[in-house]
Nanobody, 127 residues
Framework: QVQLEESGGGLVQAGGSLRLSCAAS????????MGWFRQAPGKGREFVAA????????IYADSVKGRFTISRDNAKTTMYLEMNSLKPEDTAVYSC????????????????????WGQGTQVTVSS
């Protein structure tokens, strides 16, 4: 059973930066495709970014493209989300997700494709 734990959230002013981490345990990390999703109050879960098993493929939501960078360190079994130029509309609970992927380059922006989820970490961006 894969377990995911996020960290790194907090309160930051608009224009600032944060780095989220997602530590995985209980599975073979190198077999997991992973992603970040977020949910703002009163809204549904929204795709942010995803990365393939090998890290060679990444995809981003248009709203964060050019500002956020997803990465992973398979040796540390950890995924990251570097967030720069933060905006108030980025305020949300950010959750990491994972699923076993057959193909090394596979990624997905679809919530239902992921079977493992973390509890989430709050990111608040003040104006």
């Amino acid at each position: 059973q894969v377990q995911l734990e996020e960290s790194g959230g907090g309160l930051v002013q608009a224009g600032g930066s944060l780095r989220l981490s997602c530590a995985a345990s209980g599975g073979t990390f190198s077999l997991l495709a992973m992603g970040w999703f977020r949910q703002a109050p009163g809204k549904g879960r929204e795709f942010v970014a995803a990365i393939s098993r090998s890290g060679s493929s990444t995809i981003y939501a248009d709203s964060v493209k050019g500002r956020f960078t997803i990465s992973r360190d398979n040796a540390k079994t950890t995924m990251y989300l570097e967030m720069n130029s933060l905006k108030p509309e980025d305020t949300a609970v950010y959750s990491c997700a994972a699923t076993v992927a057959v193909f090394q380059s596979w990624t997905s922006s679809i919530v239902s494709e992921y079977g493992y989820w973390g509890q989430g970490t709050q990111v608040t961006v003040s104006s």
